[in-house]
C-alpha cells in the first residue's frame, strides 16, 4: 500500500486535550497499520476532525520517492488483483481427519486440473466418527491438493487451491 | 504419565494452565479459535490448533472439534480450564470413552454433583448442613408452595441444572410465588433443558465461604482452607481472599472437614470447590460443589504455596496427592480482583476495543494473570475478564494496602475500553469490606440506580 | 534533522502560548511516531488547528516525497523562527531556593521590562547555604518572573521569561 | 513516625521502595535526572522533582541537589536504594545534620565498614572466621610482598576503600606480584582517593554465600538467612537464591550466627548484608558488609514472607523490628535473574534503545522487579538492570523449572536492543548450576574468549 487515508467526521476539536487525544488516536493508528501490516506501507496519511497525520518511510521503494519515477500504478495492481483473484482456497470449516476419497481405495472426489461446480463434494472431514462432506463454494478448476490423504486440519486451514473455471479463465 | 495437554480453553487462565505444564515437562496443545488466533496462549504454548471459527459454539464449546484436535495432536489429557466444556459431564465422557484423560473428576461424579437435586442429598446423607428446603427435585407448583410455606419466606427457587449464579429467583411474598415458580421453570426449560426445580430458604445477609479441596484416586482427599468471595454483583464474584476474615478458625476447620466428608462420599477426585452459605452467626450451609479449577484459585495458591494445576496433573496422572492434609500450611493472606473490560457506569456493559497502553502492576508478593498486552484486541464476542490482581500479604490490613497500591499502578487503556480497577478501588475502601462486615448483598446496595 | 516547520496562523489560535502548546503537543506526537516505530520514519507531517509540523531524517531518503503537498520550506521556518525566537526562558541549572534579591528588603536583581545583558546576575539559587548566582545566557529583555522569592525550583525549571533585547525588537 | 520519603535513585528499585512507601501509608518525592523525567517512579511517587541533568554526577550522586529536593518537598527521610549514593558515609551524615532521616545504617558504622580494613579488624574481634591477610591496611609493598609469601600463593590485593568487585587483583606467582601491588594501588587512589591496599588468601573455586541481617536500634539483630550468588561475571551477579543449595543448614546457621555478631559488634541498624566466601570443604570466610539493600533482596524476601524495604522503615523511624529471630520462617526456594540491556556476543555491552515489544512474564509464584515498559527508551547513561525475574517454587529442581518458563515468556525487542535472557536460559541449564556445584568461576570459563 502506499497512502492510506481514512477521514472522520469533521466535527472541530476544543481545547488542547482534545487535540492531544485526536493526535494519540491518529498515531496509534498509524503505528498500528505501520507495524502490523504484512507489507510494510511507504507512507500513510490519516487524518480527522482537522488533524492531519503523514508520515513516510525511507527504505521503501519508489511509491514514496514522487514524480521522477514513473511507478505502473495502473498495471501493478491489476495484475496483483487478477492473481489474487485467480486463485483461491476451499478451507476446512472444522478441525478433524482429511480424506480425499469416500472410502479406502477409492476413486478420489476430484484430482488435480478437475473443473468443480459450486456445491460439488470435494473431499470428507471426518471428526468424531462423523463424516463431513467437504463442497465447494464456487465454480472453479483444481490446482493443487494441498492436503494429503489421512492427514489432521484445523479449521480455516486450507484444502484445495482452486483456479477460475475453465470458461471464466482468459 | 501425561506427555501432553490440550487445553480446552483460552484468556488467562489458558495461559495459566500452560505456564504450569511447561514448569512440570508436559507439552501443551492450545485449542483456539479464529479470533484467538493471535492470542499469547497460542504463543506460548508448544502447539496450537484452531478448532473453530470466533463463536463459542463452534470452537471451545464444540466437543467433537476438541476431542478431533487432541486426537490430531497426540494429546493424551485435555484440560478444560472453567467455563465453557468445564463441567460439562458429557464432554468428560466422551473423552473416557476417546481414551483421553479429562483433568477433572469422573463424569459419574458430575454428573452426580451437577444435578442440584441429587447433590443436596448426597451431602445431606453425608451429614453436611444443608438450609432448609426440598431433598429431592419437585414434582409440582403445588408440592413446591406447600414446601415454601413450611421453610418460611424468603426462599429462593432454583434450577436442579443450575450453577453460578443462573437461574435462580428469590420470594419473599407468598402471593408472588406460583408466578416465579413458572418464570423459573420456562428459563430453566429454556437454558438447561432441564425444567426441574427445588426450594430452600434464602438467607439474605450472607457470606459467600468455598473450601477448596483436592482428591487423588487413591482415596485421600485434602482441604486447602477457605475462600471469602461475598464482593458479588449480580452472582459474578468480583474480590475474593483467603483466609475467610472475620471467621472462627474452628468453623472454618468444621467446614473443611465437611467438605472432605462431601468429597469422599461422592468419590471426588481432583480440584473441586464446596460452596457454603455462612449466616451472621457463623453457622453455615452446602450450597453446591463446582467441578473444576475456579477463578479465584489463585488465592488459595499464594497461602499454601501449592500449584493447584500441579496437583490436577499430578491426580489425573494417576499419582497421589504431593503432600497430606497436615502438610497443608496457610501463610498470611491474599486477595484477588477481577479486572474486566466494563464501564460501571454503564451498568458494567462490556468494552471491547484495542489496547494502546497496558501497565500491569509488579513488586514484592504481587501476583498478575493475565493474557492482555499493549496492542491486545479484546474481542466482543467472549467474558470480560482482562487480569486478575491478586497480592499477599502478612495480615489483611497490609493485602488490602497492597492491592490498592496495585490497583493504582495498574493503567488499561483504549479507545472505547474501560475497565473496573477504579470501582474495585472503591470497593476496597468501602468501611463494611474494611471492617470485613461485608455480605454477597453489599454490591447491590452500591449499585442499585438512584 | 533536515527539516522542521512549524506555521503559526493567527487566525485560529490565540497568542503565543496557545501556539507554544498546539505545536507541543504535536511536537510530542511527532517524537513518540519517530521513537517508538521499529522502523524509523523517513519523514513525519502532523498538521492541528493552523500549526503543522513537518520532519524529514537525513539519513532516509527523499523527504516526504509526496507530490501532493507543496510545503513552502523556505518560508515558514522563518517565520517560525523570529517566533520561536522571540522569548525565551531562562531554567534553573540546580535544585533549590530561588531568591530575586541579594538580601531580604533589598532591591531585587532584575525586575519585569528591565534589559539584561549576557552575563548579568538575576537572581540567587540557594543549594546547601551555597548561594548560587543565576546569570542571563543571552541579552534580552525581562517579560515574566515566573518563580516567586523563596521559592523552590528544580533543575530545569523555568525562572524567566525573556524578550528579545531593545535594540534586537523589531 | 516517617511521613514522606525523597527516593534517590532511579529505575527498578526506586519503583520498589516506592511501592512499599504507599503501601505503608508514607509519601514518595521521586528525585530524577532530566533523563528520567518521564520514568515509572516519576509516575507512581506522588510528588517528583528534578534534580540536575542527565549525567549521575550532577544529579543522583549529587549530595547538595538530593538534600536539597528533600527539604524543598518537605521530606523527612531519604531512601538512598543501592549504588548511587547509598554507601556514602558523607552524604548519610549531611543528611544528619540536615535533619533527614537518611534509610541505612549510620555514617559512623559505615566509615567503620566502608574501610575495609577497619571492617576486617572488627570483625576478627568479634570472632569472624577471615582469611588468611593482613589484619589492617598495608604500609609499604615491601610488607605486602612479605605478607603474600607468608600467607602463600594465589593471594588478592584488595583496595581499603573498594568493595563490590572493584578494586582488586588476583596474583598467582610471586614474580608478578610487586607490579600487580603498584598497579592495584594506582588505581585506588585513582578511583576511590584512597591507595590503601590489603592483602588476603585467594580462593580459586569458592561459593558467595551472603547472609542478609536486619537491625533496629533497639540492640536487636536478626538474620534473614543466606543467599548464594556465586554465578557472577566479573565480579556482576547474574543469578541469586536462597537458601543456598547444598550447604548444611547448620553451617548456614553459624554463618547467620556470625553475621549477627558483626551486626552487634558495630552497632549496625537497618537491612545489610554480610558477604562470605565458602570453600569446597564447608569452610566460611568474612569478606565485607553491604550498607544497603542488594539488588538481589528479593529472593530472600520470597522465601520469608519478609518485606526488606517495610523493615527499613520502620528501623528508620525509631521502631522495633516487626518479628523476632524466632519468628523468621523460611519456605521453599526462590531464584532471582537479572535480565540487563546487554549483548552476550559482544562480550556484554550494553545496548541502549527503544523497546517495540515488552512482554514480562506472569503467573503463580513470580515475581517481576522492573520500570521498563512497551516503549521505554533505555538510556545509556545508567547501568544496563531492564528487569529482575524472581520466582518461588517449594523444591529448587521446581524454581528451576519455573525460572526457565519464565525466561522463555519474557520479551523485550527493540531496535539494537539485546539483553541477557538466553544467556541466563542457557547458564541454569548448565549441569554444574542443576547439581549446585557452581561456584564464582563458572561464568568465567563459559564466556572465556576462544
Known amino acids: 500500500m502506499s497512502v492510506t487515508s481514512v477521514n ?52 521503501s521503494a519508489q ?60 473431499a470428507i472431514i471426518e ?12 465454480a472453479g478448476t483444481v490446482l493443487e491438493v494441498l492436503v494429503a490423504d489421512g492427514e489432521s486440519v484445523e479449521h480455516g486451514q486450507p484444502l484445495l487451491t482452486l483456479g477460475p473455471a475453465e470458461g471464466a479463465a482468459r | 504419565m501425561i506427555s501432553k495437554v490440550l487445553i480446552a480453553n483460552r484468556g488467562e487462565i489458558a495461559l ?94 458430575m454428573n452426580l454433583l451437577g444435578d442440584k437435586s441429587s447433590a443436596r442429598a448426597i451431602m445431606l446423607d453425608a451429614g453436611l448442613p444443608l438450609l432448609p428446603g426440598s431433598r429431592d427435585a419437585l414434582t409440582s407448583a403445588q408440592e413446591a408452595k ?71 484416586g487413591h482415596g485421600d482427599v485434602v482441604h486447602l482452607g477457605a475462600r471469602d468471595c461475598s464482593l458479588q454483583r449480580r452472582h459474578q464474584k468480583l474480590v475474593e481472599e483467603s483466609p475467610a476474615p472475620r471467621l472462627d478458625p474452628r468453623i472454618v476447620a468444621e467446614m473443611g472437614e465437611a467438605a472432605v ?29 463446582n467441578c473444576r479449577l475456579q477463578v479465584e484459585h489463585p488465592v488459595t495458591e499464594m497461602v499454601t504455596g501449592i500449584d493447584l494445576v500441579r496437583e490436577q496433573l499430578r491426580v489425573a496422572a494417576g499419582e497421589p496427592l504431593g503432600f497430606t492434609q497436615d502438610e497443608v500450611r496457610h501463610r498470611g493472606v491474599a486477595i484477588e480482583c477481577r479486572v474486566n473490560a466494563e464501564d460501571p457506569a454503564r451498568d458494567f456493559a462490556p468494552t471491547p476495543g484495542t489496547l494502546t497502553r497496558c501497565v500491569l502492576p509488579g513488586g514484592a508478593f504481587v501476583r498478575v494473570d493475565t493474557h492482555v498486552e499493549h496492542g491486545y484486541r479484546i474481542p466482543a464476542l467472549y467474558d470480560s475478564l482482562l487480569a486478575k490482581l491478586i497480592v499477599w500479604a502478612p495480615d489483611r490490613d497490609a493485602a488490602i494496602a497492597k492491592m490498592r497500591r496495585v490497583l493504582a499502578e495498574t ?11 477504579e470501582f474495585l478501588a472503591g470497593l476496597l475502601d468501602h468501611p463494611r469490606f474494611r471492617a470485613a462486615e461485608h455480605d454477597t448483598a453489599l454490591i447491590g446496595s452500591l449499585t442499585v440506580p438512584a
Not at chain 1, 79 to 88: H, L, M, Q, R, V
Open chain 2, 16 to 109: 495459566r494452565i500452560a505456564r504450569t505444564c511447561r514448569e512440570a515437562g508436559v507439552a501443551t496443545v492450545a485449542a483456539h479459535s479464529a479470533e484467538d488466533r493471535d492470542s499469547a496462549v497460542v504463543r506460548f504454548a508448544d502447539e496450537s490448533v484452531q478448532i473453530g471459527p470466533g463463536p463459542a459454539k463452534s470452537s471451545y464449546l464444540s466437543i467433537p472439534a476438541v476431542v478431533e484436535a487432541a486426537r490430531a495432536r497426540g494429546a493424551d489429557a485435555i484440560h478444560p480450564g472453567y467455563g465453557f466444556l468445564s463441567e460439562n459431564a458429557d464432554f468428560a465422557e466422551v473423552c473416557e470413552a476417546e481414551g483421553l484423560t479429562f483433568i477433572g473428576p469422573s463424569a459419574r461424579v
Open chain 2, 411 to 421: 493503567e488499561i487503556r483504549g479507545a472505547g475500553v474501560s475497565t473496573t480497577a
Open chain 2, 261 to 289: 466428608r462431601g468429597a469422599r462420599a461422592v468419590g471426588y477426585t481432583g480440584a473441586g470447590t464446596f460452596e457454603f452459605l455462612v449466616d451472621g452467626a457463623g453457622r453455615f450451609y452446602f450450597m453446591e460443589v
Open chain 1, 8 to 59: 472522520g467526521n469533521q466535527n472541530r476539536i476544543n481545547g488542547i486535550a482534545d487535540l492531544d487525544e485526536v493526535a494519540g488516536v491518529l498515531r496509534q493508528h498509524v503505528h498500528a497499520l505501520a507495524e502490523r501490516s504484512s507489507r510494510a506501507p511507504a507512507s500513510v496519511r490519516l487524518s480527522a476532525r482537522g488533524v492531519e497525520l503523514e508520515i513516510s518511510w525511507p527504505d
Open chain 1, 127 to 138: 471428526a468424531m466418527k462423523l463424516m463431513i462432506p467437504v463442497e465447494a463454494d464456487r
Open chain 2, 146 to 216: 406447600e414446601l415454601a410455606d413450611e421453610i418460611g419466606y424468603p426462599v429462593i427457587i432454583k434450577a436442579v441444572a443450575g450453577g453460578g449464579g443462573r437461574g435462580m429467583a428469590v420470594v419473599r411474598d407468598p402471593a408472588d410465588f406460583d408466578r416465579a415458580y413458572a418464570t423459573t421453570r420456562a428459563n430453566a426449560q429454556a437454558v438447561f433443558r432441564d425444567g426441574r426445580l427445588y426450594v430452600e430458604r434464602y438467607l439474605d445477609s450472607a457470606r459467600h465461604v468455598e473450601i477448596q479441596v483436592l482428591g487423588d
Open chain 1, 63 to 122: 511509491p514514496a520517492a514522487g514524480p521522477p519515477v514513473p511507478v505502473p500504478a495502473v498495471e501493478l495492481p491489476s495484475t496483483t488483483e487478477t492473481s489474487a483473484a485467480s486463485t483461491f482456497p476451499l478451507c476446512a470449516a472444522t478441525v478433524g481427519v482429511f480424506y480425499r476419497a469416500p472410502e479406502p481405495g477409492a476413486k478420489p472426489f476430484v484430482s488435480e486440473g478437475d473443473t468443480i461446480r459450486p456445491g460439488q463434494q470435494v
